[in-house]
């Protein structure tokens, strides 16, 4: 989808979810569409007012974890850097960023023994290499969070989960392991901050890329629920599949359905699409107390 009051604007990228146009030389746009992606494959049905929740909440956490890492946010919304007026959806759901240099990796950090891990678990006994303990079960809380990079597949591919190994030949050593470190205390103090709000943070991933002068920066998104498992504490069972404040709920519903997970996608029904604007709303409200 093009923003036809972006027009004058250079359209540079359209990802699963945000539509990326530059400003100037040093200064994207990166609209968060209402698009919903499951299993790497774009859904036909939109989430409505998703991008602005999306948006909304990575500002929180990017705000927050500033401390830790520097971000890609330069302080500015786009009405401010385009000195004009432009509607109020589309400025909130717009993200003004600094052009980075993406690295080819996304940061997973797993807390919880679920999704893509449970299944490599069972077949393995590991995790992107990882050993974990015997007789884990499913949604089993891990000993101690890992690290679990993947590589970034292309629109409509899906992504690969590598081992750090594998990490540290595509980025180097020195930046495999900032990236590491940087997850592992982000997504610590992020699940202690919502555990406190009655929400398990299960997993996320993070995204990075370098600055002008080669200084590592987070980017993109950070702990929405497109990019996390949020899971309600009190609903929370080892050996079964906690309901979630995020997509999971979409890919519960796909998993019911005759679908090889490539495109197109499948159309979704009005109580879905209803159910998941109420999940990524409480997510929200529940974590920005």
């Not at 432009?86 to 807390?111: C, H, Q």
């Not at 690969?160 to 990490?167: A, D, V």
């Not at 495999?176 to 997993?203: F, M, N, P, T, W």
């Not at 359905?257 to 159910?275: R, V």
């Amino acid at each position: 989808m093009l923003y036809p009051e972006l027009s004058e604007l250079k359209h540079l990228h359209q990802g699963k979810v945000r539509d990326i146009y530059e400003i100037d030389d040093k200064h994207i746009a990166m609209v968060a569409s209402d698009r919903l992606s499951a299993f790497d494959v774009i859904l036909p049905d939109a989430i409505s007012g998703k991008g602005a929740t999306l948006t909304r909440m990575a500002h929180f956490w990017f705000d927050k974890f500033q401390d830790v890492v520097p971000n890609h946010l330069v302080g500015k919304d786009l009405k401010q850097m385009l000195g004009r007026e432009i509607s109020d959806d589309l400025n909130d759901r717009t993200t003004v960023a600094m052009k980075l240099k993406p690295l080819p990796i996304e940061a997973v950090v797993r807390g919880y023994i679920v999704g893509s891990g449970w299944k490599d678990y069972q077949q393995s006994g590991a995790i992107c290499g990882i050993a974990l303990p015997e007789g884990l079960s499913l949604a089993d809380q891990l000993p101690e969070p890992i690290f679990t990079p993947a590589y970034k597949a292309d629109v409509g591919d899906h992504d690969e989960n590598i081992s750090f190994e594998k990490c540290i030949e595509l980025v180097g050593d020195d930046l495999a392991e900032q990236v590491k470190a940087v997850s592992l205390d982000i997504y610590h103090r992020a699940r202690a901050y919502a555990a406190e709000r009655g929400v398990i943070i299960a997993d996320t991933k993070f995204e990075f890329g370098l600055d002008s002068e080669g200084k590592l920066r987070l980017m993109d998104e950070v702990l929405t629920p497109d990019s996390s498992r949020f899971w309600p504490a009190e609903q929370w069972f080892p050996g079964q599949n906690p309901p979630s404040y995020d997509k999971q709920f979409v890919r519960d519903y796909l998993e019911t359905l005759d679908w090889d997970k490539t495109p197109p996608g499948p159309k979704l029904p009005a109580e879905i699409i209803e159910g998941t604007q109420a999940k990524y709303q409480e997510a929200w409200l529940k974590l920005s107390q």
